[in-house]
Nanobody, 122 residues
Framework: VQLQASGGGLVQAGGSLRLSCTAS????????LGWFRQAPGREREFVAG????????YYSDSVKGRFTISRDNAKNTVYLQMDSLKPEDTAVYSC????????????????WGQGTQVTVSS
């Protein structure tokens, strides 16, 4: 599975951004896809995930209620809608695929996409 991420940028606190991650190659229907982020000097952390086959979603506590992950089957694309952004959301965001939600939430990733920078100014 190849993953191509896009959509990062600079936004003021309280604003919104949408990230996209397009999958190609092997069928993604058997995978969970999700997003991780890594801020300077901090460990990479899980943000959100979605089971492709069912659409079931799950989030880290730090973004729950502000971020929404979704998928477009026809485009093989996963989106991360980020609302009410805070300066502490500033990080490089990377999309990822794993064969299970259990693994994905714990950083067990089978495929990585490249990162995209999200910067939230105060």
């Amino acid at each position: 599975v190849q993953l191509q991420a896009s959509g990062g940028g600079l936004v003021q606190a309280g604003g919104s951004l949408r990230l996209s991650c397009t999958a190609s190659g092997r069928t993604v229907s058997t995978y969970d896809l999700g997003w991780f982020r890594q801020a300077p000097g901090r460990e990479r952390e899980f943000v959100a995930g979605i089971k492709w086959s069912t659409g079931n979603t799950y989030y880290s506590d730090s973004v729950k209620g502000r971020f929404t992950i979704s998928r477009d089957n026809a485009k093989n694309t996963v989106y991360l809608q980020m609302d009410s952004l805070k300066p502490e959301d500033t990080a490089v965001y990377s999309c990822a695929a794993s064969w299970s939600s259990y693994k994905l939430q714990r950083g067990g990733v089978d495929y990585w996409g490249q990162g995209t920078q999200v910067t939230v100014s105060s």
